[in-house]
């Protein structure tokens, strides 16, 4: 049966519309790919001028915007932060970070090792590591949430280096850093970090056993600090640190665990003070330990 010329012109209609919704949606990913991608790469380059203002370097080798269309994430063969006025340097391998295009508030990075950090009155340390990878979510109203995870990280002393510093390997750390409640409104900031497996040794002998160690708190007005885009180091020497410490716990694979919790006040200065409940199991473990770098801790334990 020969369809009716209505009919063929409801269809030639039809494939037009799909063909002008096809354009639109493709123009407009394009688009906000490249504002997005210009966006990225502006505020990349406005952190860089700030930090240099300040006096410090950040290089990303061969920096390119890459991903589209689904993604939009910034790229480096290299990456190096230097602070010169503080003996501060940290040189890694590439660098890759991505952000869903239907998502740019969500942003996760990953960076590559070998890596090399230079600290004062301490030297150069040689970093190698399984993963390091970086999320964060990020709205206009500040910074919702920032996590930073590393795998099997082994830190050794540079050749180069004369300090007697001892080899630290870890399974695992984890930082994690969001406004309290995650309200992104709050002035305040839930921190918290885990750190799995440490081993601590020097060329003839483990130095410590293996063990575990977590904290977890909220630290009074960080988050306005951050939302502001203030330094957190002159914050801190500015107006000191107020941190309501919910459980602190280092932990012996072989017995033996030290925990506490309570408020914690750091001023200006560096001075600590508090009022902590302090809660230890296996005493003996950590007497044994400690007393085999601190002379006469044995007979005086007690």
Same mark, same amino acid.
């Given at each position: 049966?020969?369809? /009716?010329?209505?009919?063929?012109?409801?269809?030639?209609?039809?494939? *037009?519309?799909?063909?002008?919704?096809?354009?639109?949606?493709?123009? &407009?990913?394009?688009?906000?790919?490249?504002?997005l991608a210009?966006?990225?790469?502006?505020?990349?380059?406005m952190?860089?001028?700030?930090?240099?203002?300040?006096?410090?370097?950040i290089?990303?080798?061969?920096?390119?915007?890459?991903?589209?269309?689904?993604?939009?994430?910034?790229?480096?063969?290299?990456?190096?932060?230097?602070?010169?006025?503080k &003996?501060?340097?940290?040189?890694?391998?590439? +660098?890759? /970070?991505?952000?869903?295009?239907?998502?740019?508030?969500?942003? *996760?990075?990953?960076?590559?090792?070998?890596?090399?950090?230079?600290?004062?009155?301490?030297?150069?340390?040689?970093?190698?590591?399984?993963?390091a990878?970086?999320?964060?979510?990020?709205?206009?109203?500040?910074?919702?949430?920032?996590?930073?995870?590393?795998?099997?990280?082994?830190a050794?002393?540079?050749?180069?280096?004369?300090?007697?510093?001892?080899?630290?390997?870890? /399974?695992?750390?984890?930082?994690?850093?969001?406004?309290?409640?995650?309200?992104?409104?709050?002035a305040?900031?839930?921190?918290?970090?885990?750190?799995?497996?440490?081993?601590?040794?020097?060329?003839?002998?483990?130095?410590?056993?293996?063990?575990?160690?977590?904290?977890?708190?909220?630290?009074?007005?960080?988050?306005?600090a951050?939302?502001?885009?203030?330094?957190?180091?002159?914050?801190?020497?500015?107006?000191?640190?107020?941190?309501?410490?919910?459980?602190?716990?280092?932990?012996?694979?072989?017995?033996?665990?030290?925990?506490? /919790?309570?408020? *914690?006040?750091?001023?200006?200065?560096?001075? +600590?003070?508090?009022?902590l409940?302090?809660?230890?199991?296996?005493?003996?473990?950590?007497?044994?330990?400690?007393?085999?770098h601190?002379?006469?801790?044995?007979?005086?334990?007690?």
């Open positions: 049966m020969n369809e /009716s010329p209505y009919e063929n012109n409801l269809m030639r209609r039809r494939f *037009v519309y799909v063909i002008l919704t096809l354009v639109v949606l493709i123009a &407009g990913s394009v688009f906000g790919w490249n504002y210009g966006k990225l790469e502006s505020d990349l380059n952190q860089i001028k700030r930090l240099a203002a300040q006096g410090k370097t290089e990303c080798d061969n920096q390119r915007i890459e991903g589209f269309p689904f993604r939009v994430g910034l790229y480096c063969d290299e990456i190096l932060f230097e602070e010169p006025s &003996g501060i340097k940290f040189k890694a391998g590439k +660098v890759r /970070s991505a952000a869903q295009f239907y998502q740019p508030d969500f942003i *996760v990075g990953e960076v590559d090792s070998p890596a090399r950090l230079s600290l004062p009155n301490i030297g150069g340390i040689n970093l190698h590591w399984k993963l990878q970086t999320s964060s979510r990020i709205s206009l109203d500040g910074i919702k949430r920032i996590s930073l995870n590393l795998e099997n990280l082994v050794r002393k540079t050749k180069s280096n004369s300090q007697r510093i001892p080899d630290v390997y870890l /399974s695992s750390l984890g930082i994690h850093i969001r406004a309290a409640g995650d309200d992104i409104a709050s305040d900031t839930e921190a918290a970090i885990d750190l799995k497996n440490i081993q601590i040794k020097n060329l003839s002998e483990q130095l410590y056993p293996t063990h575990h160690f977590s904290a977890d708190g909220v630290i009074s007005g960080m988050n306005q951050l939302k502001k885009g203030k330094s957190i180091e002159k914050w801190i020497r500015e107006k000191g640190l107020k941190i309501q410490l919910h459980k602190l716990e280092f932990a012996l694979t072989d017995g033996g665990t030290f925990s506490a /919790s309570g408020p *914690v006040r750091v001023n200006q200065s560096g001075l +600590v003070s508090g009022k409940d302090v809660k230890v199991v296996g005493i003996d473990n950590f007497v044994r330990i400690l007393a085999n601190i002379p006469n801790l044995d007979k005086n334990a007690k």
